[in-house]
């Protein structure tokens, strides 16, 4: 199968990539071996810079500080769920499992789902699955479909296949609920990602209510939390990701 990244989506990933770190902090640190030669103290500094951010954003005390700012949503209630008509369940990746021999969600997509089954077994509201393929390849969503019914015995009432963004995801998913006269849903996706997804829904004339999965938590304490890790790095870089699109959509607003 031919894998075609879509022109925005790989912009976006790039421009992301040089701004967020790791590479952001390599960057200032060649910028810093560059100038040793012409203005050394500054070359020093950027270099020690570098490395003290590179430190700073791979530990778990860093992901926690920037996530829990975007992490204020309450946790659902049961009884505003069942008040919902829908209950929208936001893609987070996937990828290739050879072990399957076929394309199984993220682990932040497999959390959405997990949580998404909880919530509609214990209010028999119906999911919606909105997801395309941003990266190419397969749809995320026809691969939560499938995860949904072999792991769980759960069948989605709508499938969105074609969002490439979150801003798509609420564009194309009101579409369809509006058609079936649905106006207030639950909305689930990672607890860093509501700040923003949630205004995207709203503007599409829809009332939500959030209900955040896959909160940044850490086992342990004091010393610890200060000892660098990938997954650290990794919550970081999602947390300035979110901090970065927030800027963005922001600043388009302000223009438009």
Not at 20 to 48: D, M, Q
Request: hydrophobic fraction near 45%.
């Amino acid at each position: 199968m031919r894998v075609t990244t879509a022109p925005g989506v790989l912009f976006n990933q790039v421009f992301g990539a040089l701004l967020l770190p790791p590479l952001n902090c390599l960057l200032l640190a060649g910028l810093g071996f560059w100038l040793l030669r012409r203005k050394k103290r500054v070359g020093v500094a950027l270099i020690v810079l570098s490395i003290l951010l590179l430190y700073a954003f791979s530990t778990p005390r860093m992901a926690i500080a920037l996530n829990a700012a975007l992490e204020n949503k309450a946790v659902a209630r049961l009884a505003d769920v069942r008040q919902s008509g829908a209950i929208v369940v936001l893609g987070g990746g996937k990828k290739p499992a050879p072990e399957y021999g076929e394309n199984v969600p993220s682990g932040d997509t497999a959390a959405r789902l997990r949580y998404a089954v909880h919530l509609h077994k214990a209010s028999a509201v119906p999911l919606l699955l909105t997801g395309g393929a941003p990266l190419g390849g397969e749809a995320e969503a026809w691969v939560m479909q499938r995860m949904l019914w072999r792991d769980y015995g759960v069948k989605p009432y709508w499938v969105e296949s074609e969002s490439v963004n979150t801003e798509a995801n609420a564009r194309l998913s009101a579409a369809m609920l509006k058609n079936a006269g649905v106006k207030r849903i639950t909305l689930v996706t990672q607890a860093w990602h509501l700040r923003r997804a949630v205004p995207l829904f709203e503007a599409q004339g829809l009332e939500v209510v959030p209900a955040p999965t896959g909160f940044t938590r850490y086992d342990g304490g004091g010393m610890v939390w200060y000892l660098p890790s990938g997954r650290a790095m990794q919550e970081t870089h999602q947390a300035l990701r979110e901090w970065v699109g927030m800027f963005y959509h922001g600043i388009r607003n302000s223009f438009s």
